[in-house]
């Protein structure tokens, strides 16, 4: 995982389930719309022996979502709501669990030299996100 700290990676294909996994996080048709208008990009780092930062970037907001690599901590995510997380790294892989009373998503972003592919699922709901590397 330490190779792809500090890169940059910019979004550029969401599968045809992209949509159904926004509406099934709580989304609303204008969110929907506002949030597949934006290219973002994102990025890892380490901020210290402990912590890391996942910071993801849309033209109107940046998201940083601090952690520790298996602790569970209380954090808002992008779209506003408020999940408990938990990290871990398996692999060139950063995997991602956001736990509601009402559903849970998991996140899992597989690394590679050029690319970072995100499986994003959310209860039966599975969707994938292709990011390329541009720094």
Sequence with gaps: MERYLNKLYRIETTDEYFDEYLK????????????????S????SKLNDDYYAFTTTIPIKTHVQKFKI?????QDTMDGRRVK????????????KQIEDIRKVTIIREFRDTEMIAIIKVNDICTIVKSVLIE
Excluded: H, M, P
Excluded at 30 to 37: D, Q, V
């Design 85 to 96: 997380n938990l990290f871990r790294i398996e692999g060139e892989c950063l995997i991602e």
């Design 70 to 74: 298996n602790e569970e901590i209380e």
């Design 24 to 39: 099934g996080i709580g989304l609303n048709f204008f969110s929907r719309k506002l949030a597949k208008s934006f290219v």
């Design 41 to 44: 990009t994102s990025s890892i």
